[in-house]
Structures are given as structure tokens and as C-alpha cells.
């Protein structure tokens, strides 16, 4: 069974970084995509970054510049390095998977960005 283990949430000010991380029980590799996601109260999940096994990274317009998602294949390991953080990113982020027609998904992390 797939386990996606997300860490490195927290409390930052306004302006400050954070670096997730999100460790997968397997081989990332086979994943076709390896996404951050987040959500807030009353609102729907919102994807904020994709790797894809082969191609190029997506960010939402939101975090463009900001965010940058990257994976470390040895460590079996995503990260969302997130820069130059506002209120509004505050939200539980939380690492998802997808292999196929399958999507994995870790237990969330809290972010708060004070002003």
C-alpha cells in the first residue's frame, strides 16, 4: 500500500519560506504525476504543483515565481519550497499521487502566514 508522509508545515510570517516535504513508501518513479494540493475551510482543493515523471512542472498562477516543486528520486521524496509567503497561502497542503487511474494521498500539513 502507498503511503505519501508529508512534514515541514508550520507557522511563518508574512515574507518568509517554508519547505515541504512529502516521502513516499515506494519508488516515485512510478508515479505519473506527483502534485501539491491545498485547502482551506469551505473551499474546494486546489492543486498548486505538479512534477510529472517526464515533462515539465505546473504551478497555479497564484504561486508562479513564489513556489518551486521538486523531487528527489534517491530519497523517494517531493518537495514544495515555498518563498515569499502571504496570508493567503495559508492552508492545509497536502501531497498527492497519481498512477494510472489510482491517486494517493498523504494526511495534510498545516501552513499559517501571519501578517
Known amino acids: 500500500q502507498v503511503q505519501l508522509v508529508e512534514s515541514g508545515g508550520g507557522l511563518v510570517q508574512a515574507g518568509g519560506s517554508l519547505r515541504l516535504s512529502c516521502a513516499a513508501s515506494t519508488n516515485v518513479l512510478r508515479f505519473t504525476t506527483m502534485n501539491w494540493y491545498r485547502q482551506t475551510p469551505g473551499k474546494q482543493r486546489e492543486l498548486v504543483a505538479s512534477?510529472?515523471?517526464?515533462?515539465?512542472?505546473y504551478y497555479v498562477d497564484s504561486v508562479k515565481g513564489r513556489f518551486g516543486i521538486t523531487r528527489d528520486n534517491a530519497k523517494n521524496t517531493v518537495y514544495l519550497q515555498m518563498n515569499s509567503l502571504k496570508p493567503e497561502d495559508t492552508a492545509v497542503y497536502y501531497c498527492?499521487?497519481?498512477?494510472?487511474?489510482?491517486?494517493?494521498w498523504g494526511q495534510g500539513t498545516q501552513v499559517t502566514v501571519s501578517s
Open positions: 512534477i510529472p515523471r517526464m515533462g515539465s512542472t
Open positions: 498527492n499521487a497519481r498512477e494510472g487511474r489510482d491517486y494517493y
